[in-house]
């Protein structure tokens, strides 16, 4: 396996799923995009995230949380919320947010 | 918004959480998943996908389904089945799976 994958701690924990489309004029979206990526990593729960986005802008993230208090307090974090701020007005043409327990899970192949 | 963004019933709902790394080489692979899209739109209590993949061959496939029992049943499918025994010896480097239970969600921006 590559770095792209998240930890797997025991379940449950939770996972914010995010889907987005950009927008055509994302103006400053890249390096804001590096700086929460980064930030994330710094707060308290966090597990990891699994990211990828197409040549369309078409993009999904899914991180994942420890518990659900950590994800109001990553949404919270004043940098973040300047972040989703741009994203409403200037990045985003849609997006969906959805916030997820953990069930179950498994990886592979064997041996990889 | 765009057809890429899946329907968003009321919560709880379920989803599974895909994310792999093609390997190299992935023969076969482009037409069994157009399949398989369109095979699980035809499955009991399916809601509907978003999936993404970059340059790299690293992509996230989020699908959403009613419940539980759902999710296990499109598993065992036949069809999807050999699928799945192709990803584990040929198509994949790595993937992880996992299942969560959609807790609560939003979309936006507001209007668009």
Do not use: C
């Amino acid at each position: 396996m590559n770095d792209r994958f998240s930890d797997m701690p025991d379940p449950p924990y939770y996972a914010v799923i995010f889907a987005n489309q950009l927008s055509n004029t994302p103006d400053g979206y890249g390096e804001m995009a590096d700086r929460m990526a980064d930030l994330a990593t710094t707060m308290p729960g966090y597990i990891g995230r699994e990211s990828t986005r197409d040549e369309t802008g078409f993009a999904m993230t899914v991180s994942y949380w420890h518990d659900e208090a950590s994800i109001a307090n990553w949404k919270a974090q004043a940098q973040h919320a300047l972040a989703q701020k741009n994203g409403k007005e200037r990045w985003y043409d849609h997006y969906t947010l959805r916030v997820a327990r953990i069930e179950r899970h498994y990886s592979g192949p064997e041996g990889r």
